[in-house]
Structures are given as structure tokens and as C-alpha cells.
């Protein structure tokens, strides 16, 4: 069995996808960080000094994903060739998230805006497990489609090689939509904003 692991996170101080259908096997939970603040400026602060930390950016992130890839495969083999037989790709996703506890002396507008930012950091997080899934699929599915090699030691290495370049796909995958989050950041808040209170106006 070859095991892999992933380490995504929010890039952002302040930041579900549908997945399409496949046969992919995921293993999902939860765990959360407890933050405190009555402010906007205190719960930045909490969640900087709080947050899970991510060694590959040595900082601390407001949410993020924890992934392991792990393939088991079977071959087949005869006097003249080897083959996949069989290509199991398994995907264990722990989602790390804020919870707020708030102060009686916390403004209304302050929980407004924490309901909306914590929203979108769930959603940023369960989007880098959709990303991870996809790629989780279509590694199963390369690895089926590899040729038959002379012998089950080669079959072995290029099954390898197709792992290590699908693995180094998804990484830039999850790199390019932590840049793209982050740019858009800001507008997107204020979207979000801007639709609770329309919808906050139509209730009252």
C-alpha cells in the first residue's frame, strides 16, 4: 500500500463544491479550535494566534484540510506480461475549524460578520476536499488504464511514476485555488455580506 499525505490550508487570515459521482473511498471528519474576541480586530488576532498550523508555511491558517492518498493494487500476471488487475485509491480527510465563543459584550454586527466569514472558511476548506477527491478519481482511473509490462516489477515503477506526477497535479491544483481564493477574498466577503443582510431585511 503506498500512503501520501496532503496538507492544505487557507492562505488567507480571513477566508460545497458539489464532487461528481465516483467510486473513490473517503474517510471524513472534523475537528475544531475554540477562538474568543468581542471585536472584528480581537477574532483576527484569536484566529493568528490559535489556528491550526501548517508546516509547510510555518504560519497559522483560520482553517484547513489534512489529506492522505493511500493505493492498493493488484496485479495480474502471466508467463508473458503483468497488469493492474485492480486499482483501490482510498482518500482520509480531517477538516480543522474555528468555533467562536462569543461574548455577552460582542456587538450584533460583529456575530453578522463572524456567521458570514466562518461560513466561507468551511466552504474553502470542503472545496480543497472536493479538489483532493477529483484527483483521488482520476488517479484510480489512470492506473487501470496503464499498459501491460513485461513483468510486474516494471508495471510496479510505472504505476509509481503515474502516482508521484497525478499527486504533484493536485498539489498545484490546491496551491492554485488558495491563490485565487485569496485575490478574490474581499469580494467575496462583501457578496456574502451584502446577500445576509438582504435576507436578514426580508425576514424582519
Known amino acids: 500500500m503506498k500512503s501520501m499525505k496532503r496538507f492544505c490550508a487557507a492562505l488567507s487570515v480571513f477566508v460545497s463544491l458539489a464532487a461528481p459521482a465516483g467510486a473513490v473511498s473517503i474517510s471524513k471528519s472534523y475537528g475544531y479550535f475554540t477562538i ?3 471585536t472584528l480586530d480581537e477574532i483576527e488576532t484569536e484566529l493568528a494566534r490559535r489556528g491550526p498550523e501548517v508546516k509547510t508555511t510555518g504560519m497559522r491558517h483560520p482553517g484547513a484540510t489534512q489529506m492522505e492518498f493511500s493505493t492498493r493494487l493488484r496485479y495480474a500476471e502471466t508467463k508473458a506480461k503483468c497488469e493492474i488487475d ?3 485509491v482510498t ?3 480531517k477538516v480543522i475549524l474555528p468555533r467562536w465563543r462569543r461574548p455577552a459584550k460582542a456587538e450584533p454586527d460583529v456575530k453578522l460578520v463572524w456567521d458570514t466569514l466562518e461560513a466561507d472558511i468551511r466552504r474553502h476548506e470542503e ?9 483521488a478519481r482520476d488517479l484510480e482511473q489512470a492506473l487501470m488504464k496503464l499498459p501491460a509490462e513485461k513483468d510486474c516489477k516494471t508495471a510496479a515503477a510505472k504505476a ?3 502516482q508521484q506526477r497525478i499527486l504533484a497535479k493536485h498539489d498545484r491544483a490546491q496551491e492554485e485555488f488558495d491563490r485565487v481564493e485569496t485575490i478574490n477574498f474581499e469580494r467575496r466577503l462583501t457578496r456574502l455580506m451584502r446577500y445576509r443582510l438582504e435576507r436578514m431585511q426580508k425576514v424582519q
Open 160 to 162: 509509481k511514476a503515474l
Open 36 to 38: 474568543g474576541g468581542a
Open 86 to 88: 485492480k486499482a483501490t
Open 91 to 93: 482518500l482520509k480527510v
Open 127 to 135: 472545496s480543497h476536499v472536493v479538489i483532493a477527491k477529483n484527483h
